[in-house]
T-cell receptor, first 111, second 117 residues
Framework: GENVEQHPSTLSVQEGDSAVIKCTYSDSASNYFPWYKQELGKRPQLIIDIRSNVGEKKDQRIAVTLNKTAKHFSLHITETQPEDSAVYFC??????????FGQGTELSVKP | GAVVSQHPSWVICKSGTSVKIECRSLDFQATTMFWYRQFPKQSLMLMATSNEGSKATYEQGVEKDKFLINHASLTLSTLTVTSAHPEDSSFYIC?????????????FGPGTRLTVL
């Protein structure tokens, strides 16, 4: 089955700096890669996603890149703000529709 | 649109009792619903996939007789934790997608915090 590895587990940056979170997946048939932001005690919130036929996608300060050959995908947050502090999860969906999450990255943005 | 609700939002029960959690898609029909469990400071782990009108498919290591899932309609799936024990204390989250056979964004419920004393 699919396995998603996420790094780093914790990330601390200064406000205004960039943050990068990286994930790898094992199932080459996976075709959809969403990223979620989860605040304590709340549901995961979709912040950006990318499909396997696209290499890069950007939405304001957030961008995601996908390297299908290497089975890597990354989240880039620029100009970080304290409200970006949360746990971020990458995920991969295979053709069976199952959403498999990475281990999560706790992002702390220091003012 | 695409709102998923869960009830209750939190529950405290005694060891040995059963607890039912409801997951509803409020404004769309969900052919498939998913149940996840999340322990503190851990990721969401898929427990089972629930299809309307058929038996749920459980992930490896999840006891189907302990976590009973029923998906009786296109808008409601229930998870019953039978004979709950303290180690079942967790955050249970459901999600739903609308189209069978293709992947669409999964819409998450707000989660249910279960505490077993």
């Amino acid at each position: 089955g699919e396995n998603v590895e996420q790094h780093p587990s914790t990330l601390s940056v200064q406000e205004g700096d960039s943050a990068v979170i990286k994930c790898t997946y094992s199932d080459s048939a996976s075709n959809y890669f969403p990223w979620y932001k989860q605040e304590l005690g709340k549901r995961p919130q979709l912040i950006i996603d990318i499909r396997s036929n696209v290499g890069e996608k950007k939405d304001q300060r957030i961008a995601v890149t996908l390297n299908k050959t290497a089975k890597h995908f990354s989240l880039h947050i620029t100009e970080t703000q304290p409200e970006d502090s949360a746990v971020y999860f990458c995920a991969a969906v295979n053709q069976g529709g199952k959403l498999i999450f990475g281990q999560g990255t706790e992002l702390s943005v220091k003012p | 649109g695409a709102v998923v609700s869960q009830h209750p939002s939190w529950v405290i029960c005694k060891s040995g009792t059963s607890v039912k959690i409801e997951c509803r898609s409020l404004d769309f029909q969900a052919t498939t619903m998913f149940w996840y469990r999340q322990f503190p400071k851990q990721s969401l782990m898929l427990m089972a996939t629930s299809n309307e009108g058929s038996k749920a498919t459980y992930e490896q290591g999840v006891e189907k007789d302990k976590f009973l899932i029923n998906h009786a309609s296109l808008t409601l799936s229930t998870l019953t934790v039978t004979s709950a024990h303290p180690e079942d204390s967790s955050f249970y989250i459901c999600s739903a997608n609308g189209l069978a056979g293709t992947y669409n964004e999964q819409f998450f419920g707000p989660g249910t915090r279960l505490t077993v004393l």
